[in-house]
Every structure is written in structure tokens, then in C-alpha cells.
């Protein structure tokens, strides 16, 4: 009996080191080539010198696009802040959202390079892949970057981060198939972590940051995106001043695609407003199907929209609310250049403004609108002449795909 006992463990280890061994390697590298939106959700308790003082409740979402380049993808993003902090249970909203402009490479392990940097992403280089084969178990070490700013002053500050990672296995995640991975790492900067952490940009008057993190990922097999991150924050930052800012509670990094647009439906509503409208025009670009809206009639030098645009905008609603309510618009504004390039670039912002009010108004999301100007700088028309001023002062609403 004994005997049969033992033979059956010895068999049940042999089939388990088989089973362990002989799993396959896996090689996980980065390769999105496709647009996507991706969203940062912070939800952090917030002590200032040990008193808490309220929630940090803020969400950055981007639409994100590819652009094959030289051998090589470069991704440009239009990034907005949807919420900000929330105190004594009363969150501030910015209403409309303007885009916060970003471009970027990465590379096949995960690694970014920069292009343009306004403060977002705020996580670089994260999450980061294995240069060689794994399996399940294997754990490596890479470095990324993290971007923050506790006192919400609009001072980005850039912290070094070394990241251990581990392959868990895989997991099935929004219809796909995934890799599971483990990360951790450590918040180390300023006075008494080396030279090396003094090598940054961001707020002179930031002394010193500690802390954890611990963090659960989903990537796709097929792209190599992080459809998830939940990372787990701990971490403090004491100032020059001796102001010290603790933050806890939780960071979820989410990429998603973008719903597909039934162009047949749409169709129809685009030939009808051609039609009734010559000053609408209609094109497929990298970002979307773009209406781009020329001759609009405002009262002069100002965003204030005369009554008799109020038809076409009405229109122009109607067709918008026929595309999947997950999709996301861009309005960008421009003007004729024919004056001081700073005051056009406020006035295009605030055109665009003026419609995402008014298409607002007339039931879509203002969270679903993000809103940019150009001033005069992507003319289409002659500035010299004005009829091409007409055509050059426009408003273009970009459906996201």
C-alpha cells in the first residue's frame, strides 16, 4: 500500500516538472499600430504633514494615434484632464476639455522616447518587457520613468523608477488574450539615493520622495498594449519649505479601442447635409471622418455664434449622435491669419469652444468632446484674399476611430 502510495507521488512530481518545464517560452514585445484611447484614473487619499485633507480624484484620457515614420511609429496624443480634486466630497470639473498635446515613440520592449512632453503620459517606459524569451515565473528588471505633481501646481516633476517584473501567467481580459504580469518598485529620490536621482527636471523646490508600489498588469498578446494597469500607491514627498504630501490609495491605467463607426449608417446623413450645405465638407484621415465646417458666421472677433448658424449646428448634432455613445470628437478651431498669432490661437480655442457649447446643448456629452486651436497657422485658403480667408476660418470635428 505504502509502496502504491509512493509510486503514485513519484509519478505526480514527474508529471509536474514535465508539465513545468516543458511550457512554452513566450517573447513579449510592443508592436500597436492601430489608434486607441488611454486613460489614467487617480484615486488618492492626500495628508498633508500627517492632517488628511481630501481625495485626489482626477482622470486623463487621450485618444491616441500611430503614424508609421522612417521604419518606426510615432504616436501623437491629444490628452485632457476630466476631473480634478475632489475635497469635502465636492469635485471640480473643467467642463469642456482642451487638448493637451503629446507625441512619443516606443519601442518594441516597451521603452518610450519622448517627442513632444507636456506632463502625459505621466508613466514612461512602463510597463517595460523581457529582452529574451520567459516563462511563467520569470521575473526581470527594467527602468521607466513616472511624472508627478502632489501639489497640483503644473510643475511635472520626472522621478527615476526601477521596476521588477514578474510573468504570472495568462488571462483572458476584454475579449483578449493576455499576458499577465506583477510589478514592483519603489518611490527613491532626492537626498541620500545617489547622484544619479539629482539628474531631472521638474520642481527645484521637491527635496525628497519615498515609497512603494505594487502593481497588477494585463498586456495583449496582440499588440503588446497594457489593456490594465492597477498599481497600488504608498509614497511621500517633503519639500524644501518642510511641506511633506502624502499620497495613498490606488493609480488604473486603462487602454481601450475605439468603437467602430457604422459608416453605412452614416451615409445617408452625410449626403443629405452635403446637399443642403456646400460649406460642409467630409473626409477620411488618420484619426477619423472629419467634417470640417468652413465660412461659420460669428459676431467679428468674438466666439459668439450668430442665430442663423443654429440650423446647421442642429444638423450637424444630429449626425453625431448616430456614432457608438463610447465615441469620442475632437473640434478644433482655426482662424485667418491676419492679425497676432497669439490673440488667433484664442479666439480658434474658443470657437471651437463656442460649438462643443452649442453641440452640448443639443445632447452630447461635453465629456465626450475634446476641444483644440490652431489660431492660423493650417491654412487651406489665400489669407490674401477673402474668399480664401473665409475658407480658412473653420471649425473641424474629427469623429475618433
Given at each position: ?78 490628452f485632457y484632464v476630466m476631473e480634478k480634486t475632489q475635497r469635502a466630497s465636492m469635485l471640480v470639473n473643467n467642463g469642456l476639455n482642451d487638448s493637451i498635446d503629446s507625441a512619443f515613440t516606443i519601442s518594441d520592449d516597451g521603452k ?290
Amino acid at each position: 500500500m505504502k509502496s502504491n502510495r509512493l509510486l503514485f507521488i513519484l509519478i505526480f512530481f514527474n508529471l509536474f516538472l514535465v508539465g513545468v518545464y516543458s511550457q512554452e517560452s513566450v517573447t513579449i514585445s510592443y508592436h500597436g499600430n492601430r489608434n486607441y484611447v488611454f486613460t489614467e484614473r487617480t484615486d488618492l487619499r492626500r495628508y498633508d504633514n500627517g492632517k488628511y485633507v481630501g481625495l485626489l480624484s482626477r482622470e486623463v484620457s487621450s485618444f491616441i494615434s500611430p503614424k508609421k515614420k522612417d521604419g518606426y511609429y510615432l504616436y501623437t496624443g491629444n490628452f485632457y484632464v476630466m476631473e480634478k480634486t475632489q475635497r469635502a466630497s465636492m469635485l471640480v470639473n473643467n467642463g469642456l476639455n482642451d487638448s493637451i498635446d503629446s507625441a512619443f515613440t516606443i519601442s518594441d520592449d516597451g521603452k518610450f522616447e519622448m517627442v513632444e512632453d507636456n506632463g502625459f503620459p505621466s508613466f514612461r517606459s512602463f510597463p517595460s518587457y523581457a529582452s529574451s524569451e520567459i516563462h511563467v515565473g520569470d521575473s526581470w528588471k527594467a527602468a521607466g520613468q513616472r511624472v508627478v505633481d502632489p501639489l497640483e501646481k503644473g510643475i511635472y516633476t520626472k522621478l527615476p523608477i526601477l521596476v521588477q517584473y514578474t510573468y504570472v501567467g495568462d488571462r483572458y481580459f476584454h475579449d483578449e488574450d493576455c499576458y499577465e504580469l506583477s510589478a514592483q518598485w519603489a518611490t527613491r529620490y532626492g537626498n541620500g539615493f545617489g547622484s544619479s536621482y539629482f539628474d531631472y527636471e521638474g520642481d527645484p523646490q521637491l527635496q525628497r520622495a519615498t515609497g512603494s508600489h505594487s502593481a497588477k498588469i494585463y498586456v495583449s498578446k496582440e499588440s503588446g498594449n497594457a489593456l490594465l494597469v492597477s498599481d497600488s500607491v504608498n509614497e511621500s514627498f517633503v519639500y524644501k519649505d518642510g511641506k511633506e504630501v502624502t499620497l495613498k490609495g490606488t493609480i488604473s491605467l486603462f487602454t481601450e479601442y475605439p468603437p467602430s463607426v457604422n459608416e453605412e449608417l452614416l451615409e445617408p446623413i452625410i449626403t443629405a447635409l452635403k446637399t443642403k450645405d456646400q460649406n460642409i465638407n467630409f473626409e477620411k484621415t488618420d484619426l477619423g471622418t472629419r467634417l470640417s465646417i468652413h465660412d461659420l458666421q460669428f459676431q467679428p472677433n468674438t466666439a459668439e455664434l450668430l442665430p442663423g448658424e443654429a440650423a446647421r449646428i442642429d444638423n450637424i448634432a444630429a449626425l453625431l449622435k448616430k456614432v457608438p455613445e463610447k465615441t469620442r470628437f475632437l473640434i478644433e478651431g482655426h482662424t485667418a491669419r491676419v492679425g497676432e498669432e497669439k490673440g488667433e490661437y484664442e479666439l480658434s480655442l474658443e470657437r471651437a469652444h463656442a460649438i462643443a457649447k452649442a453641440l452640448t446643448q443639443r445632447g452630447i456629452s461635453s465629456q465626450r468632446i475634446i476641444c483644440k486651436g490652431y489660431g492660423g497657422r493650417i491654412p487651406i485658403g489665400n489669407n490674401d484674399t477673402p474668399e480664401g480667408r473665409a475658407i480658412n476660418r473653420r471649425v473641424e470635428i474629427t469623429i475618433l476611430e
